[in-house]
């Protein structure tokens, strides 16, 4: 149950099938940028006269009036406004409504059902060294779509690609070998590509001193693998599945995916390379899939490995790279095309780069890379996913570690926190907790102030919307940061333990709400509410 909003989404869908035969994808109400515009406003007018070629007036005035035949006490009035925008103002009744709902149904009010098997894949960088600061906005943003997704009512598989094939960890065992070599006293020779950093050397000590007879490749895979997953396991971050691309490759997987694309007719070879002939499904040239010396490419691999995502029968695939992966996403939807699949199916994310703000001494323990690791333990798990969320996936991130550390409200999580805090502190001196609160209250709400700070309150639903269909966790962010100073404010002018007994608890009631939205909102985010400042 998600109060008026979810109502009104639905009831303005099931217009637009019943009358117009079309489906616009939500969501179709946005929070109204402006009080004089109402609460909700919707221009799906003027998206459904560029389809049918009306004037947008004329189908926002049909819309009203079916919307309308729907709405008793829930609106004060809708309105049009050039050019057929369609705004709608929500009665207080509406408000309190679902102010007394969430309080009984708690985060359950925001959630929905939609059910879907979602396979999520995102970090998968190479085993060869501990993960970067780079890497940890994916690992962090992957893991708030997971949480928003399965808040949602989706079943959300995380998975790692282990990509332990190929050059990259070629160069790596060579230079684990050559600095065995070193410590052993032997000549030794590090090459220009080689991996340079003290880990390396860590690695090469450790497998002497443990007289591993094992692989020496299986053996640094295996140890790095672990410093992966203890870099994740300190962000609160766990797959669900591991998948190796070298497994891939040694059962056969690789070279039957090929053959089933050479069986349709979309393999060829041509001086001694074998490709795909990816044109054919609207990339911008055919690709390489076995080299002239009969060595794979990634692009072999990754076919394959979809393939392999496909035949799982999840309902969709969302991946999350890095910038330089922008141009392969034509190629991979070509190969989903060509297995048989709808290439839909398949959402990419681009994750920009992160720079770090900062004037303390990071440590660099591989050339110019700075590991995440030092960035949790300098400022702490909770603000390194909070600060890994205030940008837009798309947009470059300048993480600034000063500012994440400081006790005071220019750190806007330290500001969120700090809310509930406030808000801890108050329900202790009234000796209540949020089973004590009684709804009948809500009723001594009169004030516009409260009133207003309500209707901000419940655009948390509007947030998650937002978050969800577009991927976006920065939403919650920023609801999050608009929710803290309109607290502030709120609490600042208006005292809420006062004389008048009916006004106290009505007052806690509105602080019993943002308690749990704050608590929902931060528990989407992977970040513990502080209770005492």
Same mark, same amino acid.
């Given at each position: 149950m998600r109060g008026f909003y979810q109502k009104f989404s639905e009831i303005l869908n099931d217009i637009i099938k019943n009358n117009y035969e079309v489906e616009l994808g939500p969501p179709l109400w946005e929070v109204s940028a402006c009080k004089e515009f109402g609460d909700l406003s919707s221009m799906v007018a003027l998206r459904l006269a560029s389809k049918f070629k009306k004037e947008p007036l004329e189908i926002a005035t049909d819309l009203k009036l079916k919307l309308v035949n729907y709405f008793k006490d829930e609106v004060e009035k809708i309105e049009i406004i050039k050019p057929g925008f369609i705004n709608i103002f929500v009665s207080k009744k509406a408000l309190l409504d679902s102010l007394n709902t969430l309080i009984k149904e708690k985060e359950n009010f925001f959630k929905n059902?939609?059910? *879907?098997?979602? %396979? #999520?894949?995102?970090?998968?960088?190479?085993? !060869?060294?501990? %993960?970067?600061?780079?890497?940890?906005?994916?690992?962090?943003?992957?893991?708030?779509?997971?949480?928003? #997704?399965?808040?949602?009512?989706?079943?959300?598989?995380?998975?790692?690609?282990?990509?332990?094939?190929?050059?990259?960890? *070629?160069? #790596?065992?060579? !230079?684990?070998?050559?600095?065995?070599? *070193?410590?052993?006293?032997?000549?030794f020779c590090i090459s220009q590509d080689a991996y340079l950093g003290e880990y390396v050397k860590d690695i090469a000590k450790t497998y002497l001193e443990k007289r591993e007879t094992t692989d020496l490749e299986n053996f640094v895979i295996d140890y790095i693998l672990s410093w992966i997953k203890k870099d994740l396991k300190a962000l609160d971050i766990e797959f669900d599945n591991w998948i190796s691309q070298k497994k891939l490759i040694n059962d056969g997987y690789v070279e039957k995916t090929i053959s089933f694309l050479n069986e349709k007719g979309l393999i060829y070879e041509n001086e001694g390379s074998k490709w795909f002939c990816s044109t054919k499904f609207g990339d911008d040239k055919d690709r390489v899939v076995i080299k002239s010396d009969k060595e794979l490419t990634y692009f072999a691999c990754d076919i394959a490995y979809h393939k392999n995502k496909l035949e799982r029968n999840y309902q969709k695939l969302i991946n999350l790279w890095g910038p330089d992966h922008h141009g392969y996403i034509k190629r991979v939807k070509s190969a989903i095309e060509a297995l048989g699949y709808d290439k839909e199916i398949l959402k990419i994310i681009i994750i920009q780069l992160v720079t770090l703000k900062t004037k303390e001494k990071m440590s660099k323990r591989k050339g110019k890379v700075i590991f995440l690791s030092d960035l949790v333990q300098r400022i702490g798990k909770d603000a390194t996913r909070f600060y890994y969320l205030l940008r837009k996936n798309s947009s470059h991130l300048e993480f600034d570690t000063q500012l994440a550390q400081e006790a005071s409200f220019n750190n806007a999580l330290y500001y969120i926190q700090y809310a509930n805090a406030r808000i801890e502190s108050i329900f202790k001196k009234a000796k209540l907790n949020g089973k004590d609160i009684d709804v009948t209250f809500t009723k001594y709400l009169d004030q516009e102030e409260e009133i207003n700070y309500l209707r901000i309150l419940l655009q948390f639903s509007n947030c998650l919307d937002k978050a969800y269909y577009t991927l976006e966790p920065v939403f919650i962010i920023e609801f999050l940061k608009t929710l803290a100073t309109n607290f502030h404010k709120f609490y600042e002018r208006n005292k809420v333990l006062c004389e008048d007994k009916n006004k106290t608890y009505a007052r806690l009631t509105l602080l019993e709400a943002t308690r749990i939205v704050l608590h929902c909102a931060l528990k989407i985010l992977g970040i513990k509410p502080v209770e005492k400042m």
């Open positions: 059902n939609f059910k *879907e098997r979602v %396979l #999520l894949e995102f970090v998968s960088a190479n085993p !060869t060294g501990p %993960l970067s600061v780079a890497h940890g906005r994916q690992a962090v943003v992957g893991d708030v779509i997971a949480n928003i #997704l399965k808040f949602y009512g989706n079943i959300v598989e995380k998975e790692y690609y282990i990509n332990d094939y190929g050059k990259q960890i *070629e160069v #790596l065992i060579s !230079t684990v070998k050559e600095r065995i070599k *070193e410590i052993k006293g032997e000549d």
